[in-house]
Each structure stands twice: as C-alpha cells, then as structure tokens.
C-alpha cells in the first residue's frame, strides 16, 4: 500500500477500542500523530493496516541498511559490513513473518514500501537511500532504539539526534509501533486466525534459512496459525531489534557500536549519490549518464523479480514444492545475490555525464505494480516477460561492454531456454496453458544446408564470434547434440574444448543440420517450439507426427532435357531410426544407386521434448558410367539407357551463369566438349511435416534442404549472400534503416572476403606461383568487355595487407562513428560495368558475380549505408550550377592538391596553365577553347572540350587515363557532396552548348 489516500491525524468519533488502540501519544514524536485510516471501526482492520505499515517499514529499512552496506567506504572494519548485512537479512525475515501474519489472518499481503513522497507517522524518518556515513548510522540506531533500558545519557542521544541531522521532532522508534501492534493483535478475536487450518502458503524456515526458536541471533521466520503464535512472533522481532531488550546482538546495539567506532576514527565517505533515481524524482541524484541509466534500469528489473518471487512464493501452496523452490530459490535468492554485483557496478559508474567523481548507486525503484494476477498463469507470464525485459537489456549492454567480470555478470542474465530460471517458468506456462490448437505450423530454418564430409562422425555446433575491433571473426564450440543412430534420442549434449573439421583419422566431418518444428497457438501468441508436452496436451504422441523427404539431382536430366537422367529418392520416415537416402534414376544400371545422405526423426524425450528431423548428407563422392574408372566410387549409369556420357551441348542452349559446369573432354576434330557422364552425390529437395490433430484437422508445413562442399571458410561471411537477394524480394530495395551496426556488418563481410583472397593475382599480376600468364583473374575478365589486360590496382597496392587496410580504414571509421561517406567507396548496383579505374578501384575489392562483372552490393544494402549517412553527414550543399562546381574544383585541386606547380611548363597563350589557377573562371575559357599537346598518350591538336559531348573531350580522356592527374580526379571531395572530380567535370562539359 502507498498509503495514497489516508490521512495523518488520530480519527474524530472512532470507536472507543480502536480510538484506544491508537491514540497513544508515546507512538510518535511531539507534533506527529500516528498515520490512521478515518474508515477504520474493525480492529482486526486495524491489526491489518499496521501490520500494512511494519511490512513497509521492514521493507523500508531493509533496502537503505543494504545501500549502506554497498556503499561502505574503503578502510572500514569487515564487522560493520558484515553486521549490517546481517541486520538486513533478519529484515527480510520480519518482512516474511510479517507476511505470514497477515495469511493467518487471511489479509491481503503486502510487499510495497513508503517511497516518494514521504509521509510521517509510524515511519521512523524519511525514507532516504544515503550511502554509509555518520549520519545514516545515527539515524538507524534511533531507529532501532529502545525506548527505555536504551542505556545512552541525555548528552549522548543529544549528540546522537545532532548527528543524524533530523527535524526537532526526532525519530520515530520502530519499537513504538511494534509495542503498539502487539497491543492491537493481542485483542483480535481468536476465531479470526487460522486455527488448526493448513497454512500451506506460509513461508517456512527451511526455505529461507530462518528459525522459529527464539534465537535473537538467528534469521526469524515463523508460521502463524493462532493469535497466540502472531503475538510471540511480533514480539521476538521486537526484541531482535526494533523494540526494548539490551542485547549484544540486536540491531540497535550492533548500530550503536558500528556508530560510535565511526565516529571516533572516521572515514572519508564515498562519493557516491543519495537517492540515486531513473525517474526525476529526486533531481539531485537522477543518474544522467546514459550507460549508468541503463545499468540502473537493468537494476530495478531484478529488484521487481525477488519482489514478485517473493509475492508469488506466499500465493502458491506449498503442495507444489518445484514452484515454490524457483520463485524462492530461482527469484528471491538468484536475485539478492544479482543485484549485490549490479550495486557494485553501479556505485563504480558515474552520476552524470562528465562528471565522474560524484558515481551512481543502487536505485531499488519500485515497479509500476506489485500486485498479482487472480490467475496463476498470468502470474507466471508476467515473470516471463520481466525476465525477457532483463534478458534484452542485458544483450544491449553487453554489446558495448569490455569488462570481463561485468560481461560475465550480464551473460548470466541473457535468456538461455535450456536453463532456470528460463526454462521452469517456461514450462510453467505450457502447463497451465495447454495449447488446443495449432494455428501455425513452421520447420525452422526454413532452408537447411548440410555440406559433404566423408567422417562418420557430423561436425560439432559452433558460433562465429565477431571481434570488437576489425580482426578476423573465430569460432567458438558451441552445445552439441550427440544422437544415437539407431534409437534416435540424444545421448548427450555436450560442448567440446576446440571446433574441429576433420576427425582422427583426418576425414572431413559432414555438417548435418536439424530442422525443428515451432507452433503457434494462437494467433496472438508467439511461435515457439513443438514439444512433446505439446502433443500429449493435444491428445497425440511422438508417433502422431509425420515425416515425408524428396529429394533430387536433376543436373543431367536439366541438360540433356530427358526425366530418365534424374536421380530421385524419396521415403516416409517410420520410427527414430536413421534411415538412407538412395538415389535412383531410371537410366542407371540394374540395382544401382546413389547414396543422397540419411535422414532421422529425432526420438523426442523428457530432456529434450523438441520435435526435430536431422539430415545428414552424403560424403561427396563422384559417380559414372565406366567400372574401374579411378574418378568414381561406383559405375551407376548405364550407357546404353540413356545419353548423359555422350551429351554435347549444342547452340543456343539455356546454359547457366557460369557455364561449363559439367565434366567433358574436348573433341579436336569437331570442336565439340563431351560430357563424361559423371554424376554427384548432391541433392536438395523438400522435407515435410504433417499433424493430425483430433477431430480430422491436419496441419502441415514444409522446408528445403539441400547438400553441397564443405565451408572451407565458415568464419567469414559473404559482402552478398542469397539471404540478401531473398531479403531484398521479400521487403524491397529500399532499407528501413541503416544503422552504424549495420553500415558495419556490410563493411566487415566485404573485409571477411579480402581476406580469404590471393589479392595479387586476382589484381593480374604474372609470375605469381610460377605461373608465367594467368588470365583467370580479375583483369583477364575485364577483357571480356573491351578493357585492355592490366592491373586493377598499381602492383604495390594490390598486396593484400594494404586492401586489407583499405577496407579497415572504413570499417574503423564507421565503427568509431567518424562522419565519414560510405557510399562513395562501395560498388553499387549501377556500377558493376564501370572498368574505368576509379570504377575498379570501388570496394568490395576484385570480387566478381557470376555474369564475371565486378560485384556490387544490393540496392537494399546501399540503401541502408546511405540512410546511415544521411543520419551523421552534414546536409549537402546548396544545389549549384556545373560551372560553379567547376570553380570550387579547381580551388580544391589549387588548394590542396598542389595541382598548379604541375603545370608550370604547359603554356596557355601568354601565360602558363599554373599561372590561370588563382583566376579559375579564366582557367575553365582556356580549357573550353584549348586543345592537347600530345602528352600522356593523346594525339596533338584534340580539343579539350568538346561541348556537350565528355566522351569526345581531350581532357576528360586525359582524367580518366592512368597518370597523376587521373588520381586527383578520381577521389571524392567532401566539400563537394563526395562527387569525384570527373563526375564534376563532365556534368560540366554536359552542360556547355
């Protein structure tokens, strides 16, 4: 309660006993009156509202005696953050007893805790998160102080009240409403308890370390059955330490202690805020620093989970043991502990944005509600999404944190299904909402993609780690599933020490992918994966689940035009046994095949319930129409059936892009090339999945599979990929964003790429391993459309670690979030035929598409980069004539490219052309009205210029050569909106008439 709309006077015309109950001027300080509902005529109401008011209390205390303890200053004693540790535990069981007080009386529980604003009455003093000092320990201790036997001299509680720096009206003792509610409860009908009931959902003892002996050191949690046990109970937390007693070790003594050796050798206390808040409530300690309002953020969703494990734990009977021990064990505890290593990283980060003396501190910000749902269920989904909330948090902060203890502490908190608290709360929820129908039905992924290796053994799982800076990606073992080939079921699941390709004995391990089936239950809910408590709640079993598998190689069948040449297999999967994939084909020889792979259902089964179907291909072998032929593994196809060893492909055949895909040899005397009739053991095809559900519903779904080599670069990501092309189909060219993190996943795949790439001779050079003209590279392909054979880049440049360094120059600049232009450098869609230099010097760098142009990125990708710069860029300059565009050039290459010493020997008329560039307009009538001298390979007396017409022009011939000048003009100019110099220079001559 939040005490939002009761007032702060003792209540006119109350009933005598209640006005009795609480009239007593002791309970408070001169002036304050103790905080009563004017409604309240019940006194079990009564007994209610202030035991509303001692859990709030509690509540209160616990949290700022923990600051404290968080905040303790370097140098202190290790008692006093240990004995106020303590102290804090035992708040948390008089808050559970409290609790339990309240079931008995068959009350509503309550949990919160007075916040902002305060309000005076039975709290001691104004709910304050303080860091450990003298004056919060003088506060605590008159907390927690007796009222009489407190042993301290006038002098002494004097200077103890000046220290703790509250109002004239001092500190209300905790003792006094204790004292009061022991009164109230004590006159509570009997009947009203529970009695000899169950009070099944009472915390125990055992399930938080408390005791119910009276124990003044131990941790109390006591059930509450009669009005006899609620008496005893409220007094032993009196006399624990907010009510009278004088021993060793109650809270007020271990608060005086603490406080008096303080004192008398202080410490300088840490800079750390009051009040530390996410929500402006106090301006003074509103953390401002964007990273530590995340942390803070992160912060209030655990302290929101242990409070509602806590709630939820007192709602839920103790006749469900695996419930109550998560919401305890996996909520409570798991998150006492979390945020004790969040407060540390909190009171290290600072307040405010460049100020890093003053730091932040735990913020223990109540969450919007406490409450619970009427329905279990709801409960548990809230849970569910206050961890999913943690969870994403978390993966934001980690992807800009480099410390390892925090990194380690923000990966426990990263959802892991397979783990609690994940997986029981997600358990919970299947069970108490069963599905009853399945409105969707999917085989994630949608495309699988095994890849040939002859080793019995299928490759271990693995991630691709990307690096923060621009190194190269690793692999990392990831959680392997090890299934038994004859049953079906996993017999382990395990993470090796390293990723390996190649078994012992040196074979390629085949890359065997699972697809899962995912379900939705409805079409407001999200898809998540069909188990095998899924089927039963459905009335079916494993067995009710069908499997279907067609694949094919219609390589041959393709070219020759004839269906006889296609390999097919096909099978309806029975039971968990891995089962063969043989391909047949009607043109092969009598009981021959060839082998595609296996497919297997995987048993589902209590510890792995996830309904799945793993393929795994064939070894990658070579197959033909001749025996004894060292090529092949088997002689398969029968020659005198049907063509494919014979076949020639004649003119005018729909051939593939690139061509000459199958094996042949040459005939000299017709020219023609022969296929040799060899066959793969690749396929691909469609996996299917069919449920009959009760009542003759049948759903289904289907995914592809196919199989090819093996990755022999599965760290590195292709610039381009088919899920590029298919994303673009799906949702368009144009990007719905384009942000720094994925401006720089394009730049690293196109980094990933160069790496992987012998540069030197893709960029022409000969002589490269002893072979003395080789053609087959970038510069021999650009033949192929009238580009005379020569290097893409100057020799020197072309070695790979300065492409490399090309490439992570902007990688880096995006990265570091540099205002730099992307899209200038990258190759875009419309430029894959430009072989002009400045063309092929675009990035990504000497990669070629199928057509054997120079590749480019999709027009989605250049979409995304130049979205991102339109969000750092400076506004481009106001539109301008291509003449003035002309001027400004001039200037950039007269100012910053030395460009005039070059032409001090280049006559125009009277003058030199570097006696024109500090007059550019007189430097442009020259070059409309001059013509070439013969030099850099151009003839003499060709105009400069021809108007309107760049291609015929002299000087733009002259740019676009390979000499010094065509460098200067091939770069983009930043002031000039990133255009190259030659694109300014023929817009010009365009526009001239």
């Not at 408590?533 to 499997?547: I, K, M, P, R, Y």
């Not at 999945?689 to 670069?713: H, M, N, Q």
């Not at 007396?941 to 740019?959: N, R």
């Amino acid at each position: 309660m939040r005490l939002r709309n009761l007032t702060f006077s003792a209540p006119e015309g109350a009933h005598d006993l209640v006005a009795d109950a609480v009239s007593a001027a002791a309970l408070a300080p001169v002036g304050v009156s103790p905080t009563v509902d004017p409604e309240i005529r019940s006194i079990r109401d009564l007994a209610v509202f202030l035991l509303h008011v001692a859990a709030e209390v509690e509540h209160a205390l616990l949290i700022q005696y923990l600051y404290a303890v968080f905040t303790v200053p370097t140098g202190a004693k290790p008692a006093w953050k240990s004995d106020i540790m303590t102290i804090a535990i035992q708040e948390m069981g008089h808050l559970i007893t409290v609790q339990n007080v309240l079931l008995a009386l068959r009350a509503p529980l309550n949990l919160e805790r007075e916040d902002y604003p305060f309000r005076r009455g039975y709290y001691p003093f104004e709910f304050s998160l303080d860091p450990f000092s003298l004056k919060t320990l003088a506060r605590y201790t008159l907390a927690e102080m007796p009222t009489t036997g407190h042993g301290l001299t006038a002098a002494e509680l004097t200077k103890l009240r000046h220290d703790a720096e509250v109002p004239a009206d001092g500190v209300t003792s905790v003792g006094l409403l204790y004292s009061r509610l022991i009164e109230v409860v004590s006159q509570v009908d009997a009947i009203d308890f529970l009695g000899d009931a169950d009070f099944t959902f009472q915390a125990s003892p055992s399930e938080w370390g408390g005791s119910e002996a009276d124990d003044p050191d131990a941790t109390i949690v006591r059930r509450i059955k009669s009005r006899e046990d609620a008496r005893k109970a409220l007094h032993a937390i009196a006399e624990q330490g907010e009510g009278e007693g004088l021993t060793s070790g109650s809270h007020f003594r271990k608060f005086l202690k603490i406080y008096k050796e303080f004192k008398a050798a202080p410490l300088p206390v840490a800079h750390i805020a009051s009040n530390p808040n996410t929500s402006g409530q106090h301006a003074a300690g509103e953390i401002k620093n964007p990273s530590t309002r995340r942390w803070a953020h992160l912060f209030n969703l655990q302290y929101r989970l242990l409070l509602h494990g806590l709630s939820q734990s007192l709602h839920t009977s103790q006749k469900d043991p695996s419930a109550r021990k998560l919401l305890i064990d996996g909520m409570a505890f798991r998150h006492m502990h979390l945020l004790a290593r969040l407060a540390s990283v909190l009171t290290s980060l600072p307040l405010k944005t460049g100020h890093a003396k003053t730091k932040a501190g735990p913020t223990f910000e109540l969450p919007y509600a406490l409450g619970l749902s009427a329905n279990e269920l709801g409960n548990w989904l809230t849970l569910r999404d206050v961890l999913a909330s943690s969870s994403t948090l978390a993966s934001e902060i980690l992807a800009n944190e480099t410390d390892p203890a925090r990194q380690s502490l923000l990966n426990e908190l990263i959802r892991d299904a397979a783990k609690d608290p994940w997986k029981t709360v997600d358990e919970r929820i299947a069970t108490l909402r069963p599905p009853i129908d399945i409105v969707e039905l999917r085989l994630l992924p949608p495309t699988a993609i095994a890849r040939f290796g002859s080793s019995p053994d299928a490759m271990d799982n693995y991630n691709i780690v990307t690096p923060p800076g621009t190194g190269p990606r690793t692999l990392a073992p990831a959680e392997t599933l090890i299934i038994d080939p004859q049953t079906g079921t996993v017999s382990a699941a395990t993470t090796p020490a390293t990723v390996r390709f190649r078994d012992a004995a040196g074979k390629i391990r085949p890359v065997a992918p699972f697809l899962e089936a995912w379900v939705r239950f409805a079409k407001d809910l999200p898809l998540e994966p069909l188990t095998l408590d899924h089927l039963e709640s459905l009335g079916l079993t494993a067995a009710d689940v069908h499997w279907r598998v067609e694949v094919g190689n219609l390589k041959a069948a393709r070219r020759t035009g004839v269906a006889d040449d296609g390999i097919t297999a096909s099978l309806d999967l029975a039971g968990h046994t891995r089962t063969a994939l043989a391909g047949a084909c009607p043109n092969f020889k009598p009981g021959k095949s060839i082998p595609f792979g296996h497919v297997q259902y995987i048993r589902p089964t209590s510890a792995f319930p996830e309904i799945r179907l793993r393929f795994t291909p064939a070894a990658g072998k070579v197959y033909g129409p001749v025996s004894g032929d060292p090529n092949v593994a088997d002689d398969v196809y029968d020659s005198a059936r049907g063509t494919w060893d014979n076949f020639v492909e004649g003119p005018g055949f729909g051939s593939t892009v690139p061509g000459g895909i199958y094996a042949g040899t040459l005939n000299s005397q017709t020219g023609d090339f022969v296929s040799l009739g060899y066959l793969d053991d690749s396929c691909d095809g469609i996996v299917t999945l069919l449920i009959e559900l009760k009542g003759g519903k049948k759903v289904s779904t289907f995914a592809r599979i196919a199989s090819g080599p093996p990755d022999f670069a599965p760290a590195s990501i292709p610039v381009r990929t088919v899920g590029d092309e298919l994303l673009q189909v799906a949702e368009g060219p144009l990007a719905a964003s384009g942000s720094k993190d994925e401006v720089a996943a394009i730049l690293r795949r196109a980094l990933d790429t160069v790496r992987l790439m012998q540069t030197i001779v893709m960029n022409g050079n000969q002589g490269v391993g002893g072979v003395p003209q080789n053609t087959n590279n970038m510069a021999g392909h650009d033949t192929n459309f009238e580009r005379v054979f020569e290097p893409i880049f100057p020799p020197a440049a072309a070695e790979q670690a300065l492409l490399t360094a090309r490439h992570e120059g902007v990688l880096n600049a995006v990265m570091s979030g540099a205002a730099v232009a992307v899209s200038p450098r990258l190759r875009q869609h419309d430029r894959v035929g430009d072989l002009t230099d400045a063309g092929r010097h675009l990035m990504p760098a000497m990669m070629r598409g199928a057509d054997g142009k120079h590749l480019a990125l999709t027009r989605r990708q250049v979409s995304t980069v130049r979205l991102y710069e339109e969000s750092i860029l400076p506004p481009p300059p106001p539109v301008e004539t291509p003449r003035e565009a002309m001027i400004k050039l001039v200037e950039h290459l007269r100012d910053n490219a030395g460009a005039a010493p070059n032409h001090f020997g280049v006559p125009a008329g009277a003058k030199t052309v570097a006696d024109l560039f500090p007059d550019p307009p007189a430097l442009l009538d020259f070059l409309v009205t001059g013509a070439s001298k013969g030099s850099f390979g151009l003839p003499s007396g060709q105009p400069l210029v021809v108007k309107g017409d760049p291609a015929s022009s002299a000087f733009v011939k002259l740019i676009r050569g390979n000499n010094f000048m065509a460098s200067n003009f091939s770069s983009p100019v930043a002031s000039l909106g990133n255009r190259t110099g030659i694109e300014i220079v023929e817009a010009w001559i365009a526009s001239l008439t």
